[in-house]
């Protein structure tokens, strides 16, 4: 059984105020990059099965746009993927989800791109801002246990 896993990284936030790191919301450019990911795959017919976000507002925010705009299931916070987060702390939440089919992950560097090579045991780069990786899993879920199928940076769309 294969399993399909998009990582996306949060769109351009604006800087910290002094409600802290947490707090931080998505700036006009962020939101605008997240509409054109979500209108692209929208296009594509694109529909995961679950929603997992990280607990930080930038990342609650990316995770909003783009189930409105694909009319996706609820938002699911996953702790585990809070900027402090571990791969290994990722997979077994993953686990304990009992992970099937499809799911989009919202989160944040450097951990999203530490949970693709983790999840293919080679370098992933270029998740910028706004950028969204897309993982095949066709092993259990656990280190090299997947591919990169696709890597979509909002810059390179209309």
Not at 15 to 31: F, H, K, N, W
Not at 119 to 133: C, D, H, K, R, Y
Request: charged share 20%; net charge negative.
């Amino acid at each position: 059984m294969s399993v399909r896993l998009d990582l996306l990284r949060h769109g351009a936030a604006l800087p910290a105020t002094s409600d802290g790191d947490e707090a931080r919301s998505l700036s006009e450019s962020g939101r605008s990059a997240v509409a054109r990911i979500a209108a692209e795959y929208g296009q594509r017919n694109w529909r995961p099965e679950r929603l997992f976000a990280s607990p930080l507002r930038r990342a609650q925010e990316t995770a909003s746009i783009v189930a409105r705009a694909m009319a996706l299931l609820e938002i699911e916070t996953l702790d585990e993927l809070a900027p402090d987060g571990h791969p290994s702390g990722v997979v077994a939440a993953l686990v304990r989800e009992r992970l099937q089919g499809f799911a989009l992950l919202v989160g944040h560097q450097p951990l999203l791109g530490e949970l693709a090579s983790h999840l293919t045991g080679a370098p992933v780069t270029g998740l910028s801002p706004g950028a969204m990786v897309s993982l095949e899993i066709t092993a259990p879920l656990g280190r090299g246990s997947g591919r990169v199928i696709e890597l979509l940076h909002p810059d390179h769309l209309p």
